[in-house]
């Protein structure tokens, strides 16, 4: 399968920190790609630095076959990128809908694909007109991923969408992913690894800057030795 | 009593002001000359901080240099209505207006370049450095104030008020000066001019949704930094539209104009909510109402109070009346 996404010896530095020391990995396109570490391993930092919002000093990120590592971030968003951040991006002044509106690049909605994202997250349309500030966490959560399928893209990087989440929610999450998967290649940075081995099919483990390990998912989450050596946790910790 | 003002509508907050001043004034007329002097202070001090608000609430940007365009829209406007003398002073009530709308529109176009020029060459360099920011942009007004110095001389200038903007009417006994009414029904346009735009329109949503999260916005596919020089200038020209303004509402003008309304539009800008318009108006009516009852009541209180106000709404509501940014 060829890689819609490849990072190539990609360093980052925030202020005077050397927080990505030469990160490289493939995203193949199609499916769930997670991106697993501990806190502070350098996941958000990837993806921020694939979007352009932190620089790589040295390296490329290379998104079909286009170096990106330059572009402004909403010039790689108009590739086809949408970011769903750790603290979700939600403009708390603005209705669901406008949120929502937002993210078409014309100000108005496809109708199919707005009916398929209400589909998939109806508390979407019961709190349609409603400032976006008052929505619980898993609400927010939700508006943060219809935003970024609203539209058709070919990538969405997604950071820790779990975090924080009711399981009953997260169970729905893991479902309404699978759907979006079907059109869309996701990179999901997670450290809940039952959520991650539920969606993923391939997966990088960073630690310390560093990618230790790549590899399929099922691999993975068939060795529990791995499991501890690269991520310091079993199974039996998650469930 | 906390919790009796945590369910205080914010927008009645002007009409409980106006019943306290009533009952401390006594007379009825007075009460009606000041709050309409008042209302209509007010709509001009709105005028010059509906853009630095936006300024603030979207950019980040501390732009002391705010007050330039108001003292250059002042001193621009007066220039074209002694240019226009004829016009102004005449008995044809179109010819008062059209003189009045090109020293307007001339204060309010040098305003809008002049934002330009100001955003790319001394706000650019210094985005995300707020020290750096203070500096530079008083400097710039510093700058700005000796400009005009220059050109105008330091001599206040008298500025001319169209014919068909003088004079008073008299509404149930009480007299009413026609600026006063004129300044606050332009104040109001300009509020649902801006008040459409950013609830009506794209670009509208645009600014509502940078106020709160730049970097979301950009990585939803948007130019910000062509947002900023938009809101800048916009900023800048509504400030220059508030300066031509208060000069016809003072009669006489210094270079300092601008700096002596700087603390005012401050004031309004904090209590308001950085980045909110609704929050400006209400700010803005809130100073003015306050200036003129007091100004009343207790003269030598005058400039003390509306810091008193601040402080009671900052201890009330630490991110102001009406804050852009929710949750």
Do not use: C
């Not at chain 2, 009414?181 to 950013?198: N, T």
């Amino acid at each position: 399968m060829s890689a819609i996404l490849r990072l190539d010896d990609v360093h980052t530095d925030i202020g005077q920190y050397h927080v990505l020391h030469g990160i490289s990995f493939d995203v193949p396109e199609g499916g769930v790609f997670v991106l697993l570490g501990r806190n502070g391993a350098g996941k958000t930092t990837t993806l921020r630095t694939i979007m352009g919002l932190w620089r790589a000093r040295r390296g490329a990120v290379i998104f079909r076959h286009r170096d990106i590592t330059a572009l402004r971030t909403p010039d790689i968003a108009r590739l086809g990128i949408a970011y769903v951040p750790e603290n979700m991006g939600i403009f708390g002044g603005l209705t669901v809908e406008e949120n929502m509106r937002l993210a078409t690049s014309t100000g108005a909605f496809d109708r199919t694909r707005l009916d398929r994202t209400l589909a998939l997250f109806p508390a979407m349309e019961k709190f349609w007109t409603t400032q976006a500030y008052a929505l619980s966490g898993g609400q927010k959560q939700m508006l943060a991923i219809s935003r970024a399928i609203i539209e058709r893209r070919d990538l969405i990087l997604i950071d820790e969408p779990t975090k924080g989440l009711a399981p009953a929610i997260i169970r729905n999450m893991i479902d309404a992913f699978r759907e979006i998967a079907r059109e869309t290649t996701i990179l999901l940075v997670e450290q809940n690894f039952l959520f991650a081995r539920s969606l993923g099919s391939g997966v990088a483990v960073i630690d310390d800057g560093r990618i230790v390990h790549t590899g399929a998912m099922a691999d993975l989450a068939a060795d529990e030795a791995l499991q501890t050596r690269l991520l310091s946790l079993s199974l039996a910790a998650h469930q | 009593m906390i919790p009796l003002l945590s369910r205080i509508n914010v927008n009645i907050l002007p009409v409980i002001l106006a019943v306290i001043a009533f009952a401390l004034i006594g007379s009825a007329s007075s009460w009606v000359t000041l709050t309409v002097a008042g209302l209509a202070m007010g709509m001009m001090i709105f005028l010059m901080a509906s853009g630095l608000s936006l300024i603030f609430g979207l950019m980040d940007v501390l732009n002391f240099g705010h007050s330039a365009f108001v003292s250059f829209g002042a001193f621009i406007a007066a220039s074209a209505l002694a240019a226009l003398g004829a016009w102004v002073t005449g008995d044809s009530v179109f010819l008062n207006a059209a003189a009045l709308t090109a020293a307007v529109g001339a204060a309010v176009a040098f305003g809008a370049v002049a934002g330009w020029f100001f955003e790319r060459v001394i706000v650019k360099p210094v985005y995300k450095d707020h020290l750096r920011q203070i500096l530079i942009t008083m400097g710039a007004l510093v700058i700005s104030e000796q400009l005009i110095l220059m050109i105008w001389g330091g001599v206040p200038i008298s500025v001319p008020r169209p014919a068909f903007l003088t004079g008073s009417i008299v509404i149930g006994g009480v007299a009413i000066e026609v600026y006063r009414i004129f300044a606050f029904l332009l104040g109001l346009a300009v509020y649902i001019a801006l008040y459409l735009v950013l609830n009506r329109t794209r670009i509208g949503l645009l600014i509502r949704a940078g106020v709160e999260n730049r970097e979301m916005v950009e990585a939803l596919g948007f130019r910000i930094d062509r947002l900023f020089i938009a809101v800048f200038m916009a900023g800048s020209a509504l400030a220059a539209m508030g300066g031509a303004m208060w000069a016809g509402y003072q009669g006489l003008i210094t270079p300092m104009i601008g700096s002596e309304m700087m603390i005012l539009v401050f004031i309004v800008v904090i209590i308001g909510g950085l980045g909110s318009i609704e929050g400006s108006l209400l700010g803005a009516i809130l100073v003015g109402l306050t200036a003129n009852y007091v100004a009343f009541l207790a003269p030598k209180l005058s400039l003390a109070t509306n810091m008193m106000l601040m402080m009671a709404i900052l201890l009330w509501r630490p991110y102001g009346l009406r804050p852009a940014v929710k949750g």
